[in-house]
């Protein structure tokens, strides 16, 4: 099948950076838009941003200006490059990618196991 597999999370002081993996491994024909997604206590999980194949971009309005998502699509690889990192910026972070398996078994909407950001004040 497919696997999504993320690194890149820890610990930060607020106005810090950190730069977010997310690897797409296994019966992979094409991946479309991928994605990164957060998810903080007690809130719903929450689109942070989104790239397509041809490297169209969109963004959370409260990350717009701070975070970059690009991706290799040679290495099916999607990244989060998240600069002047909040206290509010803390959350589980969640990669998303839609995949067309080589097989129709495995294709579909992939998630990653998430990776824990959390910035200190």
């Known amino acids: 099948q497919v696997q999504l597999v993320e690194s890149g999370g820890g610990l930060v002081q607020a106005g810090g950076s950190l730069r977010l993996s997310c690897v797409a491994s296994g019966s992979i024909f094409s991946i479309g838009p991928m994605g990164w997604y957060r998810q903080a206590p007690g809130k719903q999980r929450e689109l942070v941003a989104r790239?397509?194949?041809?490297?169209?971009?969109n963004y959370a309005d409260s990350v717009k200006g701070r975070f970059i998502i690009s991706r290799d699509n040679a290495k099916n690889t999607v990244y989060l490059q998240m600069n002047s990192l909040k206290p509010e910026d803390t959350a589980v972070y969640y990669c998303?990618?839609?995949?067309?398996?080589?097989?129709?078994?495995?294709?579909?909407?992939?998630w990653g196991q998430g990776t824990q950001v959390t910035v200190s004040s």
């Open positions: 998303n990618a839609r995949i067309l398996g080589v097989t129709m078994t495995s294709s579909g909407d992939y």
């Open positions: 790239i397509i194949s041809g490297g169209g971009t």
